[in-house]
C-alpha cells in the first residue's frame, strides 16, 4: 500500500456540497492524477468542518493548512503549489475579520481553539463512507469492549456515571433512561434513534450522520445490547438525503464485517438496524408521536405514562435517543466515565454542538465544553456580529426556547442555567441576532412556525398558538393596546400548561421571553405605534433626506414598484401611498439620504 | 469481505488500519511530536528532495519515530540543497543542508534519537515575524 505524504480533506456535507465541493473533489482528484501524485497525495471527502461559513473547506494534512471558500477551479492552484511546490496558496487562506490577518492554520483559528470535539470527533477527519477509516479511528471498539467484558448493568452503569444527559433537548439522563428500558420486559425490544431533527436552523443531528454514521450505529448496538432489543430504527427526515445515502452506506459495510447482523463479534448478540423515514413534521421529534409516524399512524403525541420504555413501538419497549446523544456513546466507553465527567459543569456534563446562525461572523457547527459563556462562543469562536453592529440577543432552543439577552453573556451554558434564564437547551440551534432585529417580529417568526407544525390534536395547541399569533400581527401592525399586552401573557400561561405535549408546552416560550427580556420593545409597539428597530412594515416609512439627496436616481432605478420620482440631480420623493417598505432604496443608496421612520 | 468475529479481530484490524488515518490524527496533535520540513521547491526537487522525503516518511515509520513530515518551500539555501529543517519538541528547529539518504538516516539516528549534533547544520541567521511580535 502506497504511504501516502499528504492528505486532502474535502468537505462533504451539504452546506460545502451546495456550493460545489464534490466538483471540487473530483477536479483535486484529477489535478492529483495529472501529476502523477496518486501515490503521494491522498484525497477525501470528509464529513463537516464546521466552518460553514466559509465553505467549501480544504484542510491539507499534516501541515494544517485550512483553505476557505475554495472553488473547483482552484483545484489546479491547490496541487500545483500546495503538493508540488509545498507552498499554501495565500489568496484562499482564511482572514481573520478583527485583525485582518491570514490565518495559515487550523491550529490558530479563534473558531477552533475553545472547541472540544467529543460528538463532532470524525466530522472533517474520516471518510463517512469508508468503515475502514471509522476502524482506524478507535471505531467499533467500544461495542467490541462492551460485548466482550461488560454485563448489560455495568455498561449502562458506565453511561449513567458518565453523566450524559440527552442532546435532543429535553436533558434527561441517558443511563437512567436505559436502566428503565432494560427493566421492562417485552417480546422484541426496540432501541429508535431519533434523527428528526426540525428546528430552524439547526443541523447538528444531519453533520452528524453525514460525517460519522458508524457512531450512531455503534452506539445503537451498545444501547441495543444493554437493554436486551435486537432491533434499531433510526427515524430520520427524508430532506436529509445526504444523510440517508451515508448512513444506507454504514449500514451496509457494518454488516458486511459482521458488526450489524447476528453473532456480533462472537458475543451471541444479535443486533440490526433499519431506516424509517419521515415526512418532515417538526412534532415527530416528540417520542410518542415518532413512535406513532413509525408505525404508520398520524404523527400524532400520546400522553406519557405509558413511556416508550414501557410500551412504545408496536406496544413493545422502546428507548429513544438522539443523533448526538448516541454519539457521545463510543468515546465514554473508550475514554471512560471519568474522563467524559470531567468535562462540564456540575450537573451537566460533557460538551454540546451548536449551530451558531444568524447575525455572526463564523456561522457554523460548533462543539463547546458545558459551562462555556455565550460571549466566548459569540466572540471568541463566533469572531462577534457582522458589520460590527450590536449584539442584541440569542435565541436557543429553536420554537420551544427563548432569546437571551445582553445580561446572560457571562451565564455558564449548561441545560440547567438556560431554563433558570427563561430559555432552553434545545437540539442546539443558536440564532444571534443584532440592533436590527425586532423582537416582537422573531416572536411572530416562531409562533408562524408553531401554528403550521402544530399536529391539531389538542385545542390549546391548535387554537391558542393561533391566536396567539393574531396577536402579535395585531402588535406588529400597530393594531394593539396596552391592556393587550396582558391578555397575550394570559394565553400563553394557558397554552404551555395545558398542551398535550412539549410542543404546546414549550411553544409560548419565545413570547414569554421576549416580553420578559424587551418588553421595552412591546410597549413602543402598542403605545408609540413604532418599531425601534424598523423591521415592522406597518409601522416604519421610508422617506428621503432632501439634504443628502444628490438625484443620482439609484432609488428610482431599483424601486420595484416605481413609487420614487425625481428628476436627474434633482431630490427625489417617495410616493407613501404605493411603498411597499421592501427596503431597496435604503441598501442602494450610497449617499445615506434614504431614512427609516 | 470476511467478517470481523471477535474483539481480538477488531484490534488487529484496527492496528493494520490505523496508518490511514495517523497522519492526520498526528497532525491534529503536533504538540510534543517531532516535526521535519523539507524544502521543495525546484532547487529542492532537482538536487533530491523527493527521494529524501520518501525516505524520512517511510523509515521514521518503520523505527516508529513519532513525527511529522511536511513539505515546505524554498528556505533560500539554495546552494545546500537539499535541506530539511527538523524541531524537535522543546529545543530550537535545526536546518541540515546536503542531506541524501544517508544523511538522513543519520539525522534520524544521531539526532532525533539521541541529539547529538551532525555535520552541515546551517546556522540560523534570520529571524521569524512570529519572533518580532
Aim: some cysteine; overall charge negative; proline content about 4%.
Amino acid at each position: 500500500m502506497a504511504k501516502y505524504k499528504m492528505h486532502m480533506l474535502v468537505c462533504g456535507g451539504t452546506g460545502c456540497r451546495a456550493s460545489a465541493s464534490d466538483m471540487l473533489y473530483e477536479n483535486l482528484k484529477k489535478e492529483v492524477q495529472d501529476n502523477n501524485l496518486e501515490d503521494d497525495v491522498q484525497v477525501v471527502t470528509t464529513g463537516c468542518f464546521g466552518f460553514c461559513e466559509k465553505g467549501p473547506i480544504v484542510k491539507v494534512i499534516p501541515d494544517n493548512t485550512f483553505y476557505v471558500s475554495v472553488e473547483p477551479d482552484d483545484a489546479k492552484d491547490i496541487v500545483a503549489e500546495h503538493a508540488i511546490k509545498g507552498r499554501s496558496v495565500k489568496r484562499l487562506l482564511y482572514t481573520d475579520p478583527a485583525k485582518k490577518e491570514q490565518i495559515p492554520d487550523s491550529k490558530h483559528m479563534g473558531f477552533y481553539k475553545k472547541q472540544i470535539r467529543i460528538a463532532l470527533r470524525n466530522c472533517g477527519l474520516i471518510d463517512p463512507e469508508n468503515i475502514e477509516e471509522y476502524l482506524a479511528a478507535d471505531g467499533y471498539e467500544a461495542l467490541g469492549k462492551v460485548l466482550a467484558e461488560m454485563k448489560p448493568e455495568e455498561a449502562i452503569q458506565e453511561v449513567i456515571d458518565s453523566g450524559l444527559r440527552g442532546r435532543g433537548g429535553g436533558g434527561f439522563p441517558t443511563g437512567i433512561k436505559w436502566q428503565i428500558a432494560s427493566k421492562v420486559d417485552g417480546a422484541q425490544k426496540y432501541v429508535v434513534c431519533n434523527a428528526d431533527e426540525g428546528d430552524p436552523g439547526a443541523f447538528m443531528d444531519r453533520s452528524i450522520l453525514e460525517g460519522d454514521p458508524h457512531s450512531v450505529l455503534e452506539s445503537m448496538a451498545i444501547n441495543g445490547y444493554c437493554i436486551g432489543a435486537t432491533k434499531g430504527l433510526i427515524y430520520i427526515r427524508a430532506e436529509y438525503p445526504l444523510a440517508i445515502k451515508r448512513l444506507k452506506i454504514a449500514i451496509k459495510q457494518a454488516r458486511e464485517f459482521g458488526l450489524l447482523g447476528k453473532d456480533i463479534l462472537g458475543s451471541g448478540f444479535d443486533f440490526d438496524v433499519e431506516i424509517r423515514y419521515g415526512a418532515g413534521a417538526f412534532v415527530c421529534g416528540e417520542e410518542t408521536a415518532l413512535i406513532h409516524s413509525m408505525e404508520g399512524d398520524r404523527g400524532e403525541p400520546t400522553f406519557k405514562p405509558p413511556f416508550p420504555a414501557q410500551s412504545g413501538y408496536l406496544g413493545m419497549p422502546t428507548n429513544v435517543n438522539n443523533v448526538e446523544s448516541y454519539a457521545n456513546i463510543p468515546v465514554i466507553f473508550n475514554k471512560g466515565a471519568k474522563w467524559f465527567a470531567s468535562i462540564g459543569t456540575e450537573k451537566s456534563k460533557g460538551t454540546k454542538v451548536f449551530a451558531l446562525a444568524g447575525k455572526i461572523n463564523n456561522v457554523g457547527l460548533i462543539e463547546v465544553p458545558m459551562g462555556i459563556t455565550l460571549r466566548e462562543v459569540i466572540y471568541e469562536i463566533g469572531g462577534g456580529i457582522k458589520d460590527g453592529k450590536k449584539f442584541k440577543a440569542v435565541q436557543t432552543g429553536g420554537p420551544s426556547g427563548g432569546c437571551l439577552t445582553e445580561k446572560h453573556l457571562d451565564t455558564p451554558i449548561d441545560f440547567d442555567n438556560l431554563i433558570a434564564a427563561g430559555s432552553m437547551m434545545g437540539s442546539g440551534g443558536m440564532i444571534v441576532m443584532d440592533e436590527d432585529d425586532c423582537m416582537v417580529s422573531v416572536a411572530k417568526f416562531y409562533l408562524d412556525f408553531t401554528v403550521e407544525e402544530s399536529c391539531g390534536k389538542c385545542s390549546p395547541c391548535r387554537v391558542g398558538n393561533k391566536r396567539l399569533y393574531e396577536q402579535l400581527e395585531l402588535i406588529t401592525q400597530g393594531k394593539a393596546k396596552k391592556e393587550d399586552l396582558d391578555k397575550l401573557r394570559n394565553l400563553s400561561n394557558v397554552i404551555r400548561d395545558t398542551s398535550l405535549c412539549g410542543l404546546g408546552q414549550t411553544s409560548p416560550n419565545p413570547v414569554l421571553s421576549t416580553m420578559d427580556n424587551f418588553h421595552e420593545e412591546y410597549l413602543a409597539h402598542v403605545t408609540d405605534k413604532q418599531c425601534p428597530s424598523g423591521v415592522c412594515k406597518d409601522l416604519i416609512r421610508y422617506e428621503v433626506i432632501a439634504e443628502n439627496c444628490v438625484g443620482c436616481t439609484a432609488c428610482a432605478r431599483n424601486c420595484p414598484v416605481n413609487c420614487i420620482s425625481g428628476e436627474r440631480k434633482q431630490v427625489h420623493e417617495i410616493d407613501q401611498a404605493l411603498c411597499i417598505k421592501c427596503g431597496a432604496c435604503l441598501e442602494k443608496c450610497k449617499f445615506n439620504a434614504i431614512a427609516v421612520i | 469481505m470476511t467478517k470481523i468475529k471477535s474483539l481480538a479481530d477488531l484490534k488487529k484490524m484496527k492496528s493494520d488500519l490505523q496508518s490511514k488515518i495517523a497522519l492526520r490524527e498526528k497532525s491534529d496533535t503536533p504538540e510534543g511530536r517531532t516535526l521535519i520540513k523539507v524544502a521543495m521547491a525546484t532547487c529542492g526537487i532537482a538536487s533530491g528532495s523527493k527521494q529524501v522525503m520518501d525516505f524520512l516518511v517511510e523509515e521514521l515509520d518503520k523505527r516508529n519515530v513519532d513525527a511529522i513530515v511536511t513539505q515546505t518551500g524554498c528556505m533560500g539555501y539554495c546552494y545546500a540543497e537539499p535541506t530539511i529543517e527538523v524541531t524537535v519538541p522543546g529545543k530550537d528547529p535545526v536546518v541540515f543542508g546536503y542531506v541524501d539518504t544517508k544523511k538522513a538516516d543519520d539525522i534520524i539516528e544521531k539526532y532525533i534519537k539521541n541529539g547529538e549534533l551532525l555535520e552541515g547544520i546551517i546556522p540560523v541567521n534570520y529571524e521569524t515575524i512570529e519572533k518580532n511580535k
